[in-house]
Every structure is written in C-alpha cells, then in structure tokens.
C-alpha cells in the first residue's frame, strides 16, 4: 500500500513563501507521474503542477514562474516550493503520484494566504 504524507503548509503573508513536502513511503522511482493539485473551497480540485519519470514538468499557467516542483529520489520525497504567493492560491495541496494504473493521494495540507 502506497502511503503519501503532505507537510509544510501554514498561514503566509501575501508575498510570502512555503515549501511543500510530499514524502512517498516507497521509492518515487516506480512512479511514472507525481503531481501537486489544489482545490480551494467551494471549486473543483486543479492541477498546480506535475513531472513525469522523464523529467518532464508542466505548470498551471498562473503559477509558472512562482512555483517550481522537484523530486528528492534519495528522500523518496516531492516538494513544492511555493513563491510570491497570493491570496487565490489559498487552497488545500493535494500530492499525487501514478503507477501501474494506479492513482495515489495524499490528506492535503492547507496553504492560506492572507494579510
């Protein structure tokens, strides 16, 4: 059983910065696709991020320059990293992570981002 576990959210200022955790409990090297989404109250949950086994990294337009994802192979860990940050970008950060047909989620961590 593949178990995700979410950390590093919190209360920010708007301007301010977070770092994002996603710590896998077996390796990210088995997983073709790892991911971070969102869903704010009240919307649907949307893909912020993700990077595919090759490498490949796409960004929700409105966060490409302000965000960046990586992997930690070693720590078996993904992260967010999370800059200028705005009030929209409020919401609950979902990891998720593709093997195998399989879909995996982690409990979410919440990012607020209020003055």
């Known amino acids: 059983q593949v178990q995700l576990v979410e950390s590093g959210g919190g209360l920010v200022q708007p301007g301010g910065s977070l770092r994002l955790s996603c710590a896998a409990s077996?390796?990210?090297?088995?997983?073709?696709?790892m991911g971070w989404y969102r869903q704010a109250p009240g919307k649907q949950r949307e893909l912020v991020s993700d990077?595919?086994?090759?490498?490949?990294?796409n960004y929700k337009d409105s966060v490409r320059g302000r965000f960046t994802i990586s992997k930690d192979r070693a720590n078996n860990t993904l992260y967010l990293q999370m800059n200028s940050l705005k009030p929209e970008d409020t919401a609950v950060y979902y990891c998720?992570?593709?093997?195998?047909?399989?879909?995996?989620w982690g409990q979410g961590t919440q990012v607020t981002v209020s003055s």
């Open positions: 998720n992570a593709q093997r195998w047909g399989n879909t995996y």
């Open positions: 077996t390796t990210i090297f088995s997983f073709l696709r």
């Open positions: 990077v595919t086994s090759g490498g490949s990294i």
